[in-house]
Antibody, heavy 120, light 107 residues
Framework: EVQLLESGGGLVRPGGSLRLSCAAS????????LTWVRQAPGRGLEWVST????????YYADSVRGRFTVSRDNSKHTLYLQMNSLRAEDTAVYYC?????????????WGQGTLVTVSS | EIVLTQSPGTLSLSPGERATLSCRAS???????LAWYQQKPGQGPRLLIY???SRATGIPDRFGGSGSGTDFTLTISRVEPEDFALYYC????????FGQGTKVEIK
C-alpha cells in the first residue's frame, strides 16, 4: 500500500525557516517524481514544487522560487521542502503527492498534509 | 500558464441525483492532460480521473470524465452519500494548475 506521511509543520514567524519532510512507503521510491502542493485555509490547491525521481530535475512555482528548495533522499525514501524567508501568504496545509509516471504528471497518491502557519 | 475555471461553485443535490461539474481552460489542453480529484474535510485529495476520461484504480463507475480542448466535465451518475465533497480539476504536463473547486453538498 502506498503511503505518504508529511511532518515538520508548525508555527513560524515571518522571515523564518522551516523544513518539511514526507516519508514514503509501499512503492519503488526512486521511480517516481514527487510534488508538494499547498492549500491555504479555506482555499483551493496550489502547486508548489516538483522533483524528479533521480533528484536532478526540480521545478518551482513563481510564488516560491528562490525561497523554497525541494530535495529527496532516495536511500531514506524521504522528500523534503526547505522553506526560507517565509511570508504570511505561505500559511497553508502542505501535501506531498506522488506523480503517476512521468515528471509533471497527474498525482495518483497524496499524503494527509502538514499545517504551516506563518504569523508573528 | 493555463487557468482552469470550475463551475458551479456549489452544487446542491439529493442522493441519487446526477451531478455535472464543469472545468473550462483558458487555452486548449494538449493530450487530454486533465485530472479530477475529490477532497473531503481534513483529508488529502484522491485521484478520480486522469487523461480526461480514465478512471483511477478503485474508483466506482458512477464517476465519469469527458471533454477535450478547453471544456471538460466530471459526471457522477447517481450521487451517493459519500460523494458529498470538494472536487478539483488539474492540468498537468506543463506548469501544473488547479481549478478553484466545486463543492457538492447535500440539498
Amino acid at each position: 500500500e502506498v503511503q505518504l506521511l508529511e511532518s515538520g509543520g508548525g508555527l513560524v514567524r515571518p522571515g523564518g525557516s522551516l523544513r518539511l519532510s514526507c516519508a514514503a512507503s509501499g512503492f519503488t521510491f526512486g521511480s517516481h517524481a514527487l510534488t508538494w502542493v499547498r492549500q491555504a485555509p479555506g482555499r483551493g490547491l496550489e502547486w508548489v514544487s516538483t522533483i524528479g525521481g533521480d533528484g536532478y530535475g526540480t521545478y518551482y512555482a513563481d510564488s516560491v522560487r528562490g525561497r523554497f528548495t525541494v530535495s529527496r533522499d532516495n536511500s531514506k525514501h524521504t522528500l523534503y521542502l526547505q522553506m526560507n524567508s517565509l511570508r504570511a501568504e505561505d500559511t497553508a496545509v502542505y501535501y506531498c503527492a506522488r506523480e503517476a509516471m512521468d515528471i509533471l504528471d497527474y498525482f495518483d497518491y497524496w499524503g494527509q498534509g502538514t499545517l504551516v502557519t506563518v504569523s508573528s | 500558464e493555463i487557468v482552469l475555471t470550475q463551475s458551479p461553485g456549489t452544487l446542491s443535490l439529493s442522493p441519487g441525483e446526477r451531478a455535472t461539474l464543469s472545468c473550462r481552460a483558458s487555452e486548449g489542453i494538449p493530450n487530454f492532460y486533465l485530472a479530477w480529484y475529490q477532497q473531503k474535510p481534513g483529508q488529502g485529495p484522491r485521484l478520480l480521473i486522469y487523461g480526461a476520461s480514465s478512471r483511477a484504480t478503485g474508483i466506482p463507475d458512477r464517476f465519469g470524465g469527458s471533454g477535450s480542448g478547453t471544456d471538460f466535465t466530471l459526471t457522477i451518475s447517481r450521487v451517493e452519500p459519500e460523494d458529498f465533497a470538494l472536487y478539483y480539476c488539474h492540468h498537468y504536463g506543463g506548469s501544473p494548475t488547479f481549478g478553484q473547486g466545486t463543492k457538492v453538498e447535500i440539498k
